[in-house]
């Protein structure tokens, strides 16, 4: 079946510009992750949801960044103001979580996010 | 804390060579415990998983890997590699007994692959 999809696969932006990446996960799948994945930091969790709740946001690191997450299906990641250090490659990753513990993530082949 | 220690920043080895690449975690309990690789440009693609049981589980692409508890270490290994397996590979853990769900990663191992 289809994977994990995510748009744009790249994206140019000027600096202080706002940009929204967007998610669809696995059919079926209840739990939904993000991810950034940058060269200093390597592979930084931002947020979790399990249907549209966001349990844990932990990982967001500004109030520059929200999610949200409609129909138990779709998300979408906007960062307002976009700053240089927010380049990055946003990973969205999708899982069953049907038994309430850590289950399989399958992951998405990211957007590369560029800020000038 | 939740930490994950890849110690090799950069493997290189022959095609048909064997191959161990080496995962440490710092966990609490015994975690969930995965390995994940991503090709240039790509997502990560699972490669394998230990949840329970067998300590030493077989993935795809002939990958192996054995949950050592004393050693807090899970690494990865192949008998023969193959030059399409260079790629970056990535262990992580989670927390087991957890609703939260999100996985802790190391910082990746890259492997190059000589003719």
């Known amino acids: 079946g289809a994977g994990v999809s995510q748009s744009p696969s790249n994206k140019v932006t000027e600096k202080g510009k706002d940009v929204e990446l967007r998610c669809d996960p696995i059919s079926g799948h209840t739990a939904l992750y993000w991810y950034r994945q940058s060269l200093g930091q390597g592979l930084e969790f931002l947020i979790y949801f399990q249907g549209n709740s966001a349990p844990d946001k932990s990982g967001l690191p500004s109030d520059r960044f929200s999610a949200e997450r409609t129909g138990g299906s779709v998300s979408t990641l906007t960062i307002q103001r976009t700053q240089q250090e927010d380049s990055a490659v946003y990973l969205c990753?999708?899982?069953?979580?049907?038994?309430?513990?850590?289950?399989?993530?399958?992951f998405g082949p990211g957007t590369r996010l560029t800020v000038l | 804390a939740q930490s994950v220690t890849q110690p090799d920043i950069h493997i290189t080895v022959s095609e048909g060579a064997s191959l161990e690449l080496r995962c440490n975690y710092s966990y609490g309990a015994t975690p969930y415990l995965f390995w994940y690789v991503q090709s240039p440009g790509q997502g990560l693609q699972l490669l394998l998983k230990y949840f329970s049981g067998d300590t030493l589980v077989q993935g795809i692409k002939g990958f192996e890997a054995e949950f050592k508890r004393s050693q807090s270490s899970f690494n990865l290994r192949k008998p023969s590699v193959h030059w399409s397996d260079a790629a970056e590979y990535f262990c992580a853990v989670g927390a087991r007994g957890s609703t939260l769900g999100r996985l802790y990663f190391g910082r990746g191992t890259q492997l190059t692959v000589w003719p």
């Open positions: 990753a999708s899982s069953l979580r049907s038994s309430g513990e850590t289950d399989t993530q399958y």
